[in-house]
């Protein structure tokens, strides 16, 4: 798996000029999923992404988790993560995984983000067409790859 987490003072996802989801501090995530991908990957993404500590304690320093700030979480699918570009000028999709298990894992995963952490996550719609806006707060953003944990 694979997922791009962006911080955010703001974010949110409308599909068909709808708004369907939108969270205020916390993170956006970006998430994409390959054939291979097990419960392993969920888990350890779960655990990364509620521990990782980058917001700012008292003293300025990235120091405190979604967690303790009690942020929410936008997370949103997305099978371009996986795009190869080494040949030509139109990019594959082929190491993206399958609609099916792939839809099956993002819910899996969002699942376990609400289970394990108590928090707010808010998500996209798997496989439409959605216009995401956000506040990038720092900006920071962090890649996780599970095939590099």
Do not use: C, W
């Amino acid at each position: 798996m694979k997922v791009v987490l962006q911080r955010v003072k703001h974010a949110q996802v409308s599909v068909d000029q709808k708004m369907i989801g939108a969270i205020n501090k916390g993170f956006l995530l970006f998430v994409g999923v390959a054939d291979e991908d097990t419960q392993e990957d969920i888990d350890y993404l779960v655990k990364k992404i509620s521990q990782l500590r980058i917001f700012e304690d008292d003293n300025g320093r990235m120091n405190l988790s979604i967690q303790d700030i009690k942020g929410s979480l936008l997370s949103i699918s997305q099978f371009t993560l996986f795009a190869d570009t080494k040949k030509g000028n139109r990019p594959s999709f082929t190491k993206a995984g399958h609609p099916d298990f792939a839809s099956k894992m993002y819910d899996l995963f969002n699942q376990q983000l609400v289970e394990k952490t108590g928090l707010i996550v808010e998500t996209g719609e798997f496989a439409a067409e959605m216009q995401v806006s956000l506040i990038n707060d720092g900006p920071v953003t962090i890649m996780f790859d599970t095939t590099q944990k």
